[in-house]
């Protein structure tokens, strides 16, 4: 079984920096790509930013220049580094995993979210 576990969300003022992770844990897996998603109340859910094994990146155009991923492949880990955040940044955040393991192939797996808050 693999499980992520998000840390980091919280309450930032505008123009301020808030630091997200997610570590995946479990056994016998490899990470294939990683990422943030985020979602508010009665809104679709939208991709924040994506990074796979090798370092590539993928960035909501919104967030481009503002927000950096990262990954460590040692710790299975990702990190959202959220700069100059604005309150349109308000929303929960859900870290995103697609993972291989030779029991079941590679799979997607969601972590439970953290709630970030942009106010004053």
């Known amino acids: 079984q693999v499980q992520l576990e998000e840390s980091g969300g919280g309450l930032v003022q505008p123009g301020g920096s808030l630091r997200l992770s997610c570590a995946a844990s479990g056994s016998n897996f490899g990470v294939n790509l990683m990422g943030w998603h985020r979602q508010v109340p009665g809104n679709q859910r939208e991709m924040v930013a994506l990074?796979?094994?090798?370092?590539?990146?993928i960035y909501n155009n919104s967030v481009k220049g503002r927000f950096t991923i990262s990954l460590d492949n040692a710790k299975s880990t990702v990190y959202l580094q959220m700069n100059s955040v604005k309150p349109e940044d308000t929303a929960i955040y859900y870290c995103n995993a697609n993972l291989w393991r030779a029991i079941t192939g590679s799979m997607d797996y969601w972590g439970r979210g953290t709630l970030v808050t942009v106010s004053s």
């Open positions: 990074i796979d094994r090798d370092g590539r990146t």
